[in-house]
């Protein structure tokens, strides 16, 4: 008596079933790969009392570096903003935090359609406003939509929300603000150089990340975990390591050490 054939549709559903199962048991984990360790033209000069330590002794030692640092006023804050942001495909114009736009430099104010001075940390997240000092630091302030900088507030970054209008993929809810893929990573090494920066022995309060939302007035910013994904999820770009540079040799004359190492961040946190 001759063998059946196996029929087409069953063998297909068999041979399903074991890819299944075996891209089950061989996928990788979907979490972010800690960032690389890097070496900078700085890490014997500017980085040299750093490189090597790990924990609260990395921190204070970098807290020390780049606490030496030129402050300026929050009305230069414009004209610096317009070479820091500068969009590298038009001179003419600013790249926007969060939303991605390229916008005229001459379209800085505060009316619809305009850019303002966006403080990622939240200047009322320690009451620290627009002194100079935390409130005017370069490396936190950035070339910002007026109606998505309103939308953001003083809200804590986390995962989740609906998108914000013009926000260039942008989500946001009653608590936290999420920027869109391209700005994470630009996003958390800013908050974590507030972080090590303002350490509350200079008159301003003692800036720290920790793992809420809703920290209001509380010189904290949330959420830690989160900051940490986003910094190895979306790694330094060349325009945030130009603004690094300029903001060192034109400005304030002291970098954000977490877009020189990324994992750096991992290391102290």
């Not at 790969?33 to 033209?41: D, E, L, N, S």
């Not at 402050?71 to 495909?89: F, G, R």
């Not at 736009?101 to 305009?114: H, M, T």
Request: with cysteine; aromatic share 8%.
């Amino acid at each position: 008596m001759p063998v059946r054939p196996i029929r087409t549709r069953r063998a297909k559903s068999l041979a399903l079933a074991v890819s299944a199962v075996l891209v089950a048991l061989t996928a990788p984990t979907l979490t972010a790969t800690p960032a690389a360790a890097t070496t900078t033209a700085y890490d014997s000069t500017y980085y040299k009392n750093a490189v090597g330590k790990t924990g609260t002794s990395l921190k204070s030692s970098l807290h020390t570096i780049i606490s030496s640092q030129t402050k300026i006023s929050y009305s230069a804050v414009w004209n610096a903003l317009k070479v820091t942001d500068q969009d590298p495909n038009n001179s003419s114009n600013v790249l926007l935090l969060y939303s991605g736009v390229s916008r005229s430099k001459s379209l800085n104010g505060g009316d619809v359609g305009d850019w303002n001075r966006e403080h990622t940390w939240a200047k009322s997240h320690g009451d620290f406003g627009e002194v100079t000092g935390p409130g005017t630091d370069l490396h936190h302030l950035r070339a910002c939509d007026v109606q998505v900088n309103s939308t953001r507030g003083n809200l804590d970054f986390d995962n989740g929300g609906s998108s914000v209008s013009g926000g260039g993929g942008s989500l946001v809810d009653s608590n936290s603000f999420e920027p869109r893929d391209a700005d994470k990573g630009d996003v958390a090494r800013m908050i974590l150089y507030m972080a090590v920066r303002y350490e509350g022995d200079d008159g301003f309060a003692d800036l720290e990340p920790n793992e809420l939302v809703n920290n209001g007035s509380n010189p904290y910013m949330g959420k830690l975990a989160v900051l940490k994904a986003w910094n190895d999820e979306d790694p330094p770009s060349a325009f945030e390591e130009r603004r690094n540079d300029l903001i060192y040799s034109n400005y304030q004359g002291n970098r954000n050490p977490f877009i020189d190492h990324p994992e750096w961040v991992e290391a102290i946190w």
